[in-house]
Structures are given as structure tokens and as C-alpha cells.
């Protein structure tokens, strides 16, 4: 059963930068196709950006695209999320995810994760 747990969280200005770290434990990590997510206070999930299991391309979503950015390494079974020149709207719960599965059109679909992280809260102030 992997474990997740993100941390990193907090609160940093408009404008600035954070580091998301996400620690992963109990299987084998270059298995696993990883991803962030994250959930704006009243809104649905949303995802940020992943990583194909076996793949050291990332893929990060259009609003976070040229700001995020996502690492992976895998001999420290550990993902990262670099925060840059955050908005107000980045604002959320920011979880760690993981799946088994060979996740194609479905990357960046929450449902499609099995694993999750109990979340670390971001907050963008002004």
C-alpha cells in the first residue's frame, strides 16, 4: 500500500515562490505515475501536473504552465511541485497523487488515482 504525504505548504506573497515536496513510502516509486492536484476552497479538485510512471517528461496544466513546475525523483521516492510567480487563484489544498495504472487520456483525471496524500494548504496573500 503506498503512502503519501506532501508537505511545503504555507503562506507566501502574490508574486512569489514555494516548494511542494511529496514523500512516498511502502512500494516501488518508479512504478507509479504521479501527479499534483489541488482544490481552491469551495471548488472542485483540479489537476496541476504529473508524471507517467517510467517517464522523466512532465506534463503540467495550461493555468499553472511557464510558473510550475514538476520534478521526480525517484531514488528519494520523492515529487516536488516549484511554485513561481503564484496568483491569488493558486490559493488551495495542493495533494500528491499516485496510480498504478498506464494513465493516458485519463492523466489528468483525479479519478484515475488511487493514491492520495492528506493535502498541504497554500495560501496566496496579497
Known amino acids: 500500500q503506498l503512502q503519501l504525504v506532501e508537505s511545503g505548504g504555507g503562506f507566501v506573497q502574490t508574486g512569489g515562490s514555494l516548494r511542494l515536496s511529496c514523500a512516498a513510502s511502502g512500494g516501488a516509486f518508479s512504478s507509479y505515475t504521479v501527479a499534483w492536484f489541488r482544490q481552491p476552497p469551495g471548488k472542485e479538485r483540479e489537476f496541476v501536473a504529473a508524471f507517467k510512471r517510467y517517464n522523466s517528461n512532465p506534463y503540467h496544466a495550461d493555468s499553472v504552465k511557464g510558473r510550475f513546475t514538476m520534478s521526480r525523483d525517484n531514488a528519494k521516492s520523492m515529487v516536488n511541485l516549484e511554485m513561481k510567480s503564484v496568483k491569488a487563484e493558486d490559493t488551495a489544498v495542493y495533494y500528491c497523487?499516485?496510480?498504478?495504472?498506464?494513465?493516458?487520456?485519463?492523466?489528468?483525471?483525479?479519478?484515475?488515482?488511487?493514491?492520495w496524500g492528506q493535502g498541504t494548504q497554500v495560501t496566496i496573500s496579497s
Open positions: 497523487a499516485a496510480s498504478s495504472s498506464a494513465i493516458t487520456s485519463t492523466l489528468n483525471r483525479a479519478s484515475a488515482y488511487q493514491y
